[in-house]
């Protein structure tokens, strides 16, 4: 007989795989709950909590994202140039293995417009902070950043020193309530989709309640496995995203399969 879901059970179970394991618990959690409040039947629940969590987070790492921070830092140490080094450690995340060929030019668009900031927020990074050696950043910058998985924001303050930045970090889930520290620049890199396919209007939530000057977000043209155009209309999903929260579209490049977004405020 089909047992009624407990969200608590439901954690519990997503929770002992190994490769949920290390994910920020707020943030299972609230999978849990709302795959608990879907179903009647508990096996039901886990299935799709698991496949909710596959999809916001199992999807895109192809090693563990922590280790290949790790490895990058003791590669720089060991004197391999820093470059080579953050573009080889890449690999593990597939969002930002994508966009290893044409680094120059994606943060060159970037440098273009928005100059070089003082602050920048990388919001559900994945190893995108393997780029700061790409990335123009004002003296004594500070790149902070957030995902979901706790072991990739317990290894990636490591990077500041080798790369002289300060680099803070935060095991964060985006859809869950409060404020994210004010920035002159926040990258929202291949995200706003990843967060509607969790909540429809996330994304406008998000940008809704940012504190920043600029914000360059992305959008994939294909998703990874390339059965789905989920960004068929890049423009359409980011008027969605954007309408409402100040923010409007002030430019946008095509960058390698990466449609790139300039918002600004339009108040400002
Ligand atoms: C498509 S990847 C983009 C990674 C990175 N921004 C880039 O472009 O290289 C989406 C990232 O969002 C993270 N993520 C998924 N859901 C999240 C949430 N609710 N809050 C914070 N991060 C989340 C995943 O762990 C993953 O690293």
Redesign the pocket.
């Not at 990388?122 to 995108?128: K, N, Q, V």
């Given at each position: 007989m089909a047992r009624p879901p407990d969200p608590a059970a439901v954690f519990r179970q997503v929770a002992a795989a190994a490769k949920y394991a290390g994910l920020?618990e707020g943030?299972v959690h609230r999978i849990a709950a709302e795959a608990s409040a879907r179903f009647r039947d508990q096996n039901a629940a886990v299935k799709y909590a698991k496949r909710k969590l596959h999809q916001?987070?199992g999807a895109?790492?192809t090693g563990s994202?922590g280790n290949a921070v790790r490895a990058c830092i003791a590669a720089i140490e060991s004197g391999v140039p820093v470059r080579d080094a953050c573009r080889a450690a890449m690999c593990a995340?597939?969002?930002?293995a994508e966009?290893a060929a044409v680094l120059d030019p994606f943060y060159r668009q970037i440098e273009t417009w928005c100059g070089r900031p003082s602050t920048v927020a990388?919001?559900?990074?994945?190893?995108?902070p393997l780029a700061i050696p790409w990335l123009a950043m004002g003296p004594d910058a500070t790149y902070w950043c957030?995902?979901?998985?706790r072991d990739?924001t317990a290894a990636l303050p490591g990077l500041g020193e080798p790369l002289g930045v300060i680099v803070q970090t935060e095991a964060?889930?985006?859809?869950?309530p409060g404020r994210l520290p004010p920035a002159e620049l926040v990258?929202?890199?291949?995200?706003v989709?990843?967060?509607e396919l969790?909540r429809s209007g996330?994304a406008r939530e998000l940008l809704a309640g940012l504190d920043a000057t600029q914000v360059v977000a992305?959008l994939?043209r294909n998703s990874l496995s390339a059965r789905r155009r989920y960004a068929d209309d890049p423009v359409e999903t980011i008027r969605k995203a954007t309408a409402g929260t100040g923010y409007v579209v002030a430019d946008q490049a095509d960058l390698d399969g990466e449609a790139l977004f300039l918002l600004e405020r339009a108040d400002r």
């Open positions: 920020d943030f916001a987070v895109f790492e994202p995340h597939a969002s930002t966009r990388d919001l559900a990074c994945g190893l995108s957030c995902d979901v998985d990739l964060r889930d985006l859809i869950a990258l929202l890199l291949k995200t989709t990843t967060l969790q996330a992305s994939p």
